[in-house]
C-alpha cells in the first residue's frame, strides 16, 4: 500500500471533515497529489489538486469549501471540507504521481498511485 486516507466518516449537513493521506513508502516523494471521489453509479471525479509549489486546482463542485494542502511537503495530503452537504458522499480517494506538473491535473488517467478509499457520508 502505497498511500492510505484517514478522516472519513458521517456528519449532517453544514458540518466539516478533515481529510488526510500518508505514503507508507518512506523513499518516495509525490509532488503532485490528489483527491478524488466516487459517488454510487458516478464516474470518479477529481475535486482538488496540488503540486509542490502549492498550486491548487478544485472542481466547481467545491471550491469555496474544499480546501487542498501538503502538510509535509511531497509526504501527506490533506483535504478540509466545510459545508458539506449531502452530494458530497462518496468514497474519496488519495492519489499521488512522481511527475511534475505546473497545473497540477484533476483527470484520474494522470496518477498512478492511489489510496484504497475513504467513506464520508453527510446526511441531511
Known amino acids: 500500500v502505497q498511500l492510505e486516507e484517514s478522516g472519513g466518516g458521517s456528519v449532517q449537513a453544514g458540518g466539516s471533515l478533515r481529510l488526510s493521506c500518508v505514503t507508507s513508502?518512506?523513499?518516495?516523494?509525490?509532488?503532485?497529489m490528489a483527491w478524488f471521489r466516487q459517488a454510487p453509479g458516478k464516474e470518479r471525479e477529481g475535486i482538488a489538486a496540488?503540486?509542490?509549489?502549492?498550486?491548487?486546482s478544485y472542481a466547481d463542485s467545491v471550491k469555496g469549501r474544499f480546501t487542498i494542502s501538503q502538510p509535509i511537503a511531497k509526504k501527506s495530503l490533506a483535504l478540509q471540507m466545510n459545508n458539506l452537504n449531502p452530494e458530497d458522499t462518496a468514497v474519496y480517494f488519495c492519489?499521488?504521481?512522481?511527475?511534475?506538473?505546473?497545473?497540477?491535473?484533476?483527470?484520474?488517467?494522470?496518477?498512478?498511485?492511489w489510496g484504497q478509499g475513504i467513506q464520508v457520508t453527510v446526511s441531511s
Open positions: 496540488i503540486n509542490s509549489w502549492k498550486t491548487t
Open positions: 492519489a499521488a504521481t512522481p511527475d511534475y506538473y505546473s497545473h497540477p491535473p484533476r483527470s484520474p488517467d494522470y496518477y498512478g498511485y
Open positions: 513508502n518512506v523513499t518516495a516523494t509525490w509532488p503532485v
